[in-house]
């Protein structure tokens, strides 16, 4: 199994993604460097007396350990609440959401959010909005917090926001859909039995998210969402094969219809589909290096 990317940085300018005829289209491909907001320091050999005073006043407003901002962090958050327009019209907004992306890389900052009710934020914000953007970032920024323990847990209790992150392998957009996979392969991987069970369960009460997933494979263009797609499947391969779910049902009286509503569908009646082996060998053969190409470098 290969090993989850932990967290990502933001790209800071998305192309528009459409579209087309039912395909996931390919990405233009993003700068990826980090917006973080910190504070600069200028210190100056006469002003030796004033640095003691600037530390204080940065660490009453840093976030942990870290030197980032919780007063910018929480006015982000508030804007959040308040937009109005799409991100394309607002590139401060934008960054600004793209320097708290970054700044998910530290565990303080993932406590911060977790203590302000982020993720029932993120849930009504992702339901509302049509910004395909928007999605991305609060998709990504979720996809980094799920490196910490505190925010996996937090997620599986919050139902709302799983149901929507599972409606979202529904959407067309192929930015979203890579930070989606990503947060599914990371929550996956660090799954113990009770929570990947807890997974599974979500995952039965929407069926339609293998068939998503089936079409991502068998539809994308873009290489590195055929890649992260794979690594969920491997994950989901991985932690639910195992999963007897109906395990405490096994003595249920065929007869007592509200129990047997409750069972489960098994592994294999989920993902073991003739049509998403087939979607899995040919993303599998479409990542594959190309015998025409003349780099050898890229062949190898």
């Not at 840093?62 to 804007?79: E, P, Q």
């Not at 859909?177 to 369960?201: G, N």
């Amino acid at each position: 199994m290969e090993k989850v990317n932990a967290s990502q940085e933001s790209p800071k300018n998305s192309g528009k993604i459409e579209n087309q005829d039912g395909v996931v289209p390919e990405h233009d491909d993003h700068d990826n460097a980090a917006c973080a907001d910190t504070y600069n320091i200028s210190a100056h050999p006469d002003e030796s007396d004033h640095l003691g005073e600037d530390l204080v006043l940065i660490r009453g407003d840093a976030i942990g350990d870290t030197l980032y901002s919780a007063r910018f962090v929480l006015s982000t958050l508030l804007k959040l609440t308040k937009v109005e327009k799409e991100l394309a019209e607002n590139e401060g907004f934008e960054n600004d959401l793209c320097s708290v992306w970054d700044m998910t890389i530290e565990e303080d900052v993932v406590q911060l959010l977790l203590e302000h009710n982020v993720l029932e934020l993120f849930a009504h914000s992702i339901n509302i909005t049509d910004d395909k953007r928007l999605v991305e970032i609060l998709v990504g920024i979720l996809g980094n917090m799920c490196n910490f323990k505190s925010a996996r847990d937090s997620l599986i209790e919050n139902t709302t926001l799983v149901q929507t992150l599972l409606d979202l392998t529904n959407c067309s957009d192929s930015l979203t859909l890579l930070q989606l996979t990503r947060l599914f392969s990371v929550v996956l991987i660090h799954a113990d039995r009770e929570i990947a069970l807890r997974w599974y369960r979500h995952i039965c009460l929407y069926p339609d998210f293998a068939k998503n997933i089936t079409f991502i494979l068998s539809n994308s263009i873009n290489e590195q969402l055929l890649r992260q797609t794979m690594e969920t499947l491997n994950a989901i391969l991985a932690k639910f094969a195992i999963i007897e779910p109906n395990q405490n049902n096994s003595g249920l009286d065929n007869g007592d219809e509200t129990e047997a509503a409750n069972i489960l569908p098994t592994f294999p009646e989920i993902f073991v589909k003739e049509d998403l082996i087939k979607a899995t060998t040919e993303a599998f053969l479409a990542l594959l290096p190309r015998k025409d190409n003349s780099d050898p470098q890229e062949n190898l």
